[in-house]
Structures are given as C-alpha cells and as structure tokens.
C-alpha cells in the first residue's frame, strides 16, 4: 500500500519557482529521507504535504485519497503530523501541558465538553507515560520556552509521536542536537513502529544513512536522484551538489 | 582580546553561569562543547550584553564590557551569529548585509556573497522566505560583513548542507589567518575539533575541562563523561 504519493507537484513564490514538477511515491510503513543543498525546496515540498502551503500544481494523496485541497488540520486529524526545524512549542506552557494538548489534538473525543474526569486522567497517564519512557521526567513541570534547545526539539518530536500520526514529516529532527541527544533522538525515530510511514530531511549523513530505506535528492526545486541508500551516497551528482568531493 | 573571569549569571532566579573563566587571544579560536542546557548560550549572551552578567568581569581588547549595552559592545568589534537563525525577516537579503556592514576589513559585500552562493542569487528576496539553512548563511554573512575583531558563532552549522558546512569551515580558517578571534559554541563535535585551537567543555553553568581538539579527539573518557558519545 501507498502511504504518500506526490503527483506533479510544483510551488511558486513570485516569480521563483521553489519546487518544480516533484512526483514520488513513498510505501508504508517506507523511512524515506529527502536530502539537498541548502534552498532546493526541502521545507516547500514538507509544507505542500502538510497543507501548510498550497501546491501551484499538481495532486497529494494520503493512502489513496486526494488531500490537495485540504487544510492542515484536516490531513492532521488523516494521520499527517510533522516536526519544524524550528520548534513550535506553546512556550508559556508547561511541557506536560503541550504534551497533553497533542494527545488530546490525537483523541477523536478532543472536543466532547461532557467528557469524564477519567478520560483526562487516561491523557495524563499516557502524557507521563511518553515523557517517562524518553526519560524526560525532569522538565514535566518547566515551561517549554525555559527549558533547552535540545530539549525542546525533543519535546517537539514527542508531540508528533503523541498525535499517533500514520504519516510522520520530520523536519531536521536532529539539528542543534549535541551529539548525545543525537544518539537519543535517532533511537527514539527508530524505535517508532513500522505501521508509522517517515519522511526526514537531515543534512547530518551518519544519522540519515541510519534512518533511510530510500533518498531523494532534490536541487534547485527538481527531483534530481532517488535511489537505496548506498546508489545516492556514490551517485557522482550527489558528491558534487551535495556531499562536496574529498 | 577577550577575558571572561568568574562570571555569573542568571535567568530572573535560575543560577545559570557559575563562574565562568576562559581566555581568548587574537587570531584564536576557542571551541565551547558542552550538552544543551548546560550554559554555552548564556556564555555568548552574557559576553554580548544581551543578559549581562551578575557578578565577575569580562574584558574585550583590555576595556570593562560586563556591563556594558548590547550596541555598543558590538560597535567596539564584536560580531554574532545567533543560534536558530535569528534574521530581520522584513528585510531582503542585500539590506542586511548593507545595514551591518562595517569597517575597512577583509569582509565585503562581494566577499560574502561569493562565499555563499545561495545569498547572491536571493538578494532581493525577503530573508523571512529564504529557507532555513540560506537563514543560516544570512546570519553568519551579516556578522560577517560587520569585520569584527571577536565573532561569536553560536551553532553556525546548523541546517547546513555539508557541502555549505565546509564553506563556513573556509571562512573560519580565513578569518582565522586575518587575526579574527572565534568564541565557536557547536556541538557537530567532528566541525568544532577541525578547525579550534583549543576547547572548552562546559558543564552546569562552569568550565569543567579544557584541552587542544587532538588530546579531545583521543580522550574517549573525557568525550563520555562530557559529552556523552
């Protein structure tokens, strides 16, 4: 089954054409990994995906169904959550409380207003539950915009797990990490069950051979390589776009 | 050129630097490691007047800035490159590197524009639509163009493609040779150990290690204990 197909897709900005005539297809349960120099519309096709932005042309389907025309919130509630490069917590919230907000977002109950006492305390249980078992017990109480970078990209990736997304975009999941929350974070993605479909930019090579089945490489808006992990890493375009050639 | 001697500082009531000291000489570049959370940003902040320190003493080219404001301890040569890309996003491209530009140095428009691409082809393009890692560029060619004697570069690399990530290595290792001194906070540990002198590891808000790049690089114990890889 097909968990993500882009058809066609293209994105101008003015008289910029950032993404330009993309297809692919991503399998579920696939770890795809979209890769490119910095500007070649990694972010654009993320946000056509999600909605964030409407594509100029072209069609996105999620598990066969035409999603182009729906908003962000209406593919969310399909299963498509993503991850910002840049984190996009509820700042004057505690951790607990954005926490809880996705699960809530992620409960098809959200917004029952007589819902029981014992429905909230389920959401806690299985806020405490997220935190716990990514050993973020420690930042439960502090607001999010107090605690540190690295920790916030964590906490911003548990509220995407929280939402029990079919289809995950990860967006840089690991940048500003320092190298031991790299380890963790990594093993958090990889940890994820295959019944979740993945999707990461990542421009730190180690991590995003590890995190890959297929790479697509896009430059300048195009679609210039896809391929397993080992034709991409020798592709002589790749090198020369991409990698840079020792 | 740069002396920072006990220094603490808070956030409102948390206690983040607990006496910081550490030297950096003209030409040099100091790499500051350490796991997030530990103090490195509020290091840079507190050396750039953006949260002044409370108590201890911090020195540039010999003059008292601890208390000194943010604008004019950039004015006397101290440039930065925020972490997370933090650009005007209301201005283009090409006025940022106007607006900062500054000095007779090495750095010009032309210069920085011919180290990043991207940015020339995206001159008049609003820096709030550039993508995230042509942010980063924008952020690391504004401090650029502002010749400063100190450049404090918070996670330069961060979102750079690799072959970008080695531009930006070049650019150190020229700023370098021009007598430029880097405070370089970075955690891609393999960036931070090419292209520093020496390394400062901090922890809970102090220094609790420092070394050259090449007894790091060996230290497996150090670079557990840490940095935790």
Redesign the interface.
Known sequence: MTALVASDISRNFGGLQALSHVSLTVEAGERRLIIGPNGAGKTTLFNLLSGAMAVSSGNVLLFGRDITRLPTYARARMGLARTFQITNLFPRLTVLENVLLALQAGDQSAFSLHRRMRANHQLFHGADALLRKWDLTAITGKRAGDIAYGEQRQIDLILAIAMQPKVLLLDEPTAGLSAAEVVRVVSMIRSLPREITILTIEHDMDVAFELADRITVLHQGCLVVEGDVEAVRNHPQVKEIYLGVD | MLSVQDVHTY?GD?YILQGVTLELKPGQVVGLL????VGK?TLARSILGLTPAKRGTILFKGADITHMPAHRIARMGVGFVP???RVFRSLTVQEHLEVTARGEGRWTFDRVVELFP?LRS?LR?LAG??????Q??LAAGRALVGNPALLVMD?PT?????????ELGQAIESLKRAGTSILLIE???AFALRYADVVFIMSKGRIVHHCTPAELAADAEAKARY???
């Open positions: 956030y948390s350490g796991r997030n959370g940003t972490q997370g890309r991207n995206r393009s639509k550039l993508s995230g890692g042509e980063q560029m996670e961060e979102g750079l493609a690799p072959l970008m990530v080695r955690q891609q540990l940095l935790g890889v």
